[in-house]
């Protein structure tokens, strides 16, 4: 890819994002994400960590193959096993990349790597010696970079161009850096590393101080020319820049950016609400650009201004990114034709048994809710989804509760277990919800801990669709799951039999990992 006064748009959802904690995603779950992020237009999707997990070097294999378009990438630690992993991961891509790293703070060198800066300086050229074997295409980043020497830094980069890196990507890892300060390192890259005509610069930056997106775009206006983030702001700690932020302050300041990208921000709405869905995250109210709230106009001054034109209160038409209200789409009478025909405007291709099961469980949310929404629909298709990529596992067959002010709550769950064999169990607990659990944990016998719950409403109203977010805790790790129904209690019991159901297919792959498998 060649320097252009366009922005290319490199999003790590599947590898940055991967690593909020709670996260932890099939490799099904990943592929449907990678398909949504090549609707985006996303230059590069990072599967993953190739070298990390049969997991994820399964993901990003999959993703290489089956995605074509966009440049495939897994990131690999400065050492052989890491890049050797990526490449053979990366073998199916259409437009390969290997993207390596390592430290270059003296922080890092100091208490994480035990290394002195020739060693490590010559490890870097190695790891990108090693991935031209490979491939053309190699990104470079020396981590914790706005806490480097910056004449260290320099010399690193020179030397990592030279061995052959076509992106150097400056992470600010730690989100320590402000606006002017990136910007002004970004100039001084440009200004002395020599040979930095023959690399794009990139930059991954952290949002901890809650400055990834005005970084990125401060690197932007001194010479940088790849964005690295994440859709919702996804990432380690408080996450990376919000991919849809930096994209639609290009987009609505043209005249100040003068850039341009490969995006299509109507496809931001899907590609945010598929990614809060999958990750089990839902996007807070009032988040730039996405949030339920981004574009509702409350006080009384607000509404009248933008009731006599938009432009007085909006800067951008919701429309243009994908932003969906809760207009009324369906109901009681409609029929699969008319429910096929909306489903492919939301991105949804369903073969005829595809549509034939989502039509039934239409039909039953239309019996308890007269108003059916594109919202209630994609909450409709994401059921579908995961009971699709946790085939093999258990599912929910059915919930019956005895709850109240005044009676010990009892709960009577039906699963239907790997062997498709049905199993019926009772439990009490101290409410219908722990009753639903310890039922189910009779069943399953996994001794997780329940870490997390919550329940939200897919739209406004009392008959609303409840979903429900679980987390649980096994091993160390933490795995979710999500439910949607219009009883809150089976939306419980199906969250969190998803989310024992994402821990087995995880850990199996996990179980079965060892470094010789690559
Ligand atoms: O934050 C970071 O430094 C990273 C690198 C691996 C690019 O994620
Ligand atoms: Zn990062």
């Not at 990592?160 to 890259?189: C, H, M, Q, W």
């Not at 807070?284 to 996405?290: F, L, P, T, Y």
């Not at 639903?436 to 997390?452: N, S, W, Y």
């Amino acid at each position: 890819m060649s320097k252009t006064d366009k922005v290319i748009i490199f999003d790590t959802t599947l590898r940055d994002g991967e690593q909020s904690a709670g996260a932890g995603l099939t490799v099904e779950e990943k592929l449907r994400i990678a398909h949504q992020l090549n609707k985006l237009g996303v230059d590069v999707i990072e599967a993953g960590f190739a070298g990390s997990s049969q997991g994820d070097f399964d993901a990003v294999k999959r993703i290489a193959n089956e995605v074509k378009g966009p440049v495939i990438t897994s990131l690999a630690r400065a050492v052989e096993a890491d890049i050797d992993a990526a490449g053979e991961a990366l073998k199916g891509a259409e437009n390969a990349r290997i993207h390596t790293f390592i430290s270059a703070s003296d922080i890092h060198l100091m208490h994480q790597m035990r290394k002195d800066r020739e060693s490590i300086m010559d490890m870097a050229v190695k790891a990108v010696e090693r991935a031209k074997k490979y491939v053309d295409d190699v990104e470079f980043s020396p981590m914790d970079a706005t806490r480097t020497d910056p004449k260290y830094l320099y010399t690193m980069l020179e030397a990592v161009i030279n061995a052959g890196a076509t992106t150097v990507n400056i992470p600010d890892t730690v989100g320590y850096s402000n606006p002017r300060e990136f910007g002004e390192l970004i100039k001084g890259i440009k200004e002395n590393v020599p040979n930095i005509d023959q690399a794009v610069i990139s930059v991954h930056c952290h949002n901890d101080l809650g400055m990834a997106s005005a970084n990125s775009l401060s690197a932007i206006e001194n010479g940088a020319r790849q964005i690295e983030g994440c859709i919702n702001g996804l990432g380690e700690r408080a996450g990376n820049a919000a991919l849809e932020e930096v994209i639609m302050a290009l987009e609505t300041r043209p005249d100040f950016y003068e850039l341009e990208t490969n995006i299509d921000p109507k496809e931001i709405g899907n590609s945010s609400r598929m990614v809060g869905s999958i990750f089990g995250f839902p996007v807070q109210a009032n988040k730039a650009i996405v949030g339920q709230n981004a574009f509702r106009h409350s006080s009384g001054i607000h509404q009248d201004g933008y009731i006599k034109n938009h432009s007085t209160f909006e800067i951008m038409e919701p429309e243009s990114v994908g932003w969906r209200g809760e207009a009324l789409v369906l109901g009681k009478l409609s029929g699969r034709a008319g429910l096929r025909a909306r489903l492919r405007e939301l991105g949804y291709e369903l073969n005829d048994e595809e549509l034939a099961n989502i039509f039934l469980k239409f039909k039953d949310l239309a019996d308890n809710k007269r108003e059916i929404t594109d919202m209630d629909l994609e909450a409709l298709m994401s059921e579908q989804h995961r009971i699709i990529d946790t085939n093999g596992t258990y599912h929910v067959d059915s919930v019956k509760v005895v709850c109240g002010n005044d009676v010990i709550p009892k709960a009577e769950v039906s699963l239907e277990c790997p062997n498709k064999d049905k199993q019926q169990v009772t439990s009490e607990g101290t409410g219908p919800v722990d009753a639903v659990c310890k039922a189910i944990d009779q069943v399953v016998k996994l001794g997780a801990e329940l870490t997390e719950f919550s329940v939200s409403a897919v739209t406004e109203g009392i008959d609303s669709l409840g979903e429900v977010t679980i987390r649980i805790q096994k091993d160390g790790s933490v795995y979710s799951g999500r439910g949607s129904d219009s009883d809150i209690v089976v939306a419980s019991a199906k969250a969190y039999v998803n989310a024992i159901n994402r821990y087995l297919i995880i850990s199996e792959k996990e179980r079965n990992f060892t470094s010789e498998t690559v």
